[in-house]
């Protein structure tokens, strides 16, 4: 499907979804399940959950300290996100126009699994679900310390639920002073990241200890008209014995190899990732004939690249902070990202057949134990990226509010004779000015993209 089908895919749907919604209103089922819109949103309101939000807001020492903690966890992370956004504009100019249509599209910024590529169904509904619900109660429950009444709880969504909401009585929240209010704002952003560095140690202390990889050199590329080609060796494969000599790593091939030469006819052992075995003869190639290097002449060649890469990710996996931010953001975070992009991606099948579960674990059959650590991996991924995204300041993200709020109190201290009318001026235009700034930087590499197409 092109970029343009794609594009059109989705304005189809939205229509279809906004059509039927139009006709449940008409038809008196939105004052029967207490519906509404609430802006392109459908939003669904409850009092259920109530009770149990004030009763975890007993400890309030705890939670006015978390709230404080938030303030300074959400403004570093609004910081690093904004730093990283214009990064990735600045990266943007330097692309040529004929190549901004390989962008990614509209179908990765929306977060509905079937739309979207890289979101698996199942796990992105757990973690959606765990990210909402641990971010609005966040946010009740800095309420509740506050004294903040709580009207209603409810769900937002947009052809796909999309959101919670805990809904705070607007007058008392208006009149609290603004360092309170705050806490109550970066609450929910926190709790996230709070969630997804859980999951994050579960992953990478409890699980993936136990996780060790496979004997053998992996095939990370065949080399065109090579005897690897020849006889039917493909990516991914993993030898395990040439010329009658073990291979249990990279080393050892390149060891074996270096004892070979051209015309030589070895016996090599390999198998794929779904531990398929084959045992064939190869008869190797002059290296000389594929380098035209002077010092490869008289060499044995296989035809093969091998490849550290699933033995580095799963490094990367067991302690995702060492090399941080790059390993971080780009293997651990990247990973849906590569798989897409690349078809690669070390938690799915069958690349996680190179590696063998052991220790106590081992009891678990091998689909049981991804199925749980995939699960702490969506809900990482799902629960980092609402934290991060709601941090920005843009109206209505709750960075949005905490960035009005941290203007407003550091004008009150730099001008304090400024009228309370003229200062919540300032504060909307420049908090207007800001957040219209952010969403262009948001949306950037869609403008590029369409306007490519335009062009095109």
Request: proline share 5%; net charge positive.
């Amino acid at each position: 499907m092109s970029d343009l089908e794609t594009l059109l895919l989705v304005v189809f749907i939205i229509a279809a979804y906004f059509a039927l919604l139009f006709l449940f209103k008409k038809r008196g089922l939105f004052d029967k399940y207490n519906l509404s819109f609430y802006g392109p949103l459908l939003m669904w309101r409850t009092e259920k959950g109530k009770r149990l939000i004030k009763r975890i807001a007993r400890r309030k020492g705890f939670w006015s300290w978390f709230g404080s903690i938030g303030i300074i966890i959400c403004f570093v992370t609004m910081i690093l996100m904004l730093w990283l956004l214009i990064w990735n504009v600045s990266l943007l100019q330097h692309i040529p126009k004929e190549q901004w249509h390989n962008l990614p599209g509209a179908e990765l910024v929306i977060a509905i699994p079937g739309i979207n590529p890289i979101l698996p169904l199942g796990y992105t509904i757990l973690g959606l679900a765990v990210a909402i619900v641990f971010h609005e109660f966040s946010h009740g429950i800095l309420g509740v310390v506050e004294k903040i009444k709580i009207k209603s709880l409810g769900i937002l969504s947009f052809i796909f639920p999309v959101g919670a909401f805990v809904e705070p009585d607007e007058e008392e929240m208006k009149k609290l002073k603004p360092m309170k209010r705050m806490k109550i704002f970066a609450a929910g952003p926190t709790m996230n990241l709070v969630v997804a560095f859980v999951c994050i140690l579960f992953i990478s202390m409890v699980f993936m200890p136990f996780v060790h990889p496979s004997e053998g050199a992996v095939v990370g590329y065949i080399i065109k008209d090579s005897p690897a080609e020849n006889i039917g060796l493909q990516s991914w494969s993993i030898i395990t014995e040439i010329n009658n000599s073990a291979v249990k790593n990279e080393n050892d091939f390149f060891k074996a190899m270096s004892e070979t030469k051209p015309g030589q006819a070895v016996p090599i052992v390999y198998h794929n990732l779904e531990d398929v075995v084959y045992k064939k003869n190869v008869t190797l190639a002059d290296k000389y004939n594929f380098t035209n290097m002077s010092k490869d002449k008289g060499v044995g060649f296989l035809g093969v690249g091998v490849t550290t890469i699933l033995k580095d990710d799963l490094s990367v996996f067991k302690n995702p902070f060492n090399g941080f931010p790059d390993n971080f953001l780009y293997r651990f975070y990247g990973a849906p990202f590569i798989g897409f992009f690349t078809g690669y991606n070390p938690l799915v099948e069958p690349y996680i057949h190179y590696y063998k579960i052991g220790g106590i674990l081992s009891f678990l059959p091998s689909n049981v134990f991804w199925m749980i650590v995939n699960s702490f991996y969506w809900i990482f991924w799902l629960n980092f990226a609402v934290g991060v995204f709601n941090a920005l300041p843009i109206v209505p993200l709750d960075g949005g509010f905490l960035f009005q709020d941290g203007v407003d109190i550091l004008l009150r201290r730099l001008k304090s004779e400024m009228s309370q009318n003229k200062r919540e001026k300032f504060v909307k235009n420049i908090s207007l000015s800001i957040s219209l700034f952010v969403l262009f930087l948001v949306l950037a590499p869609l403008l590029f993209k369409y306007i490519g197409l335009l062009f095109s």
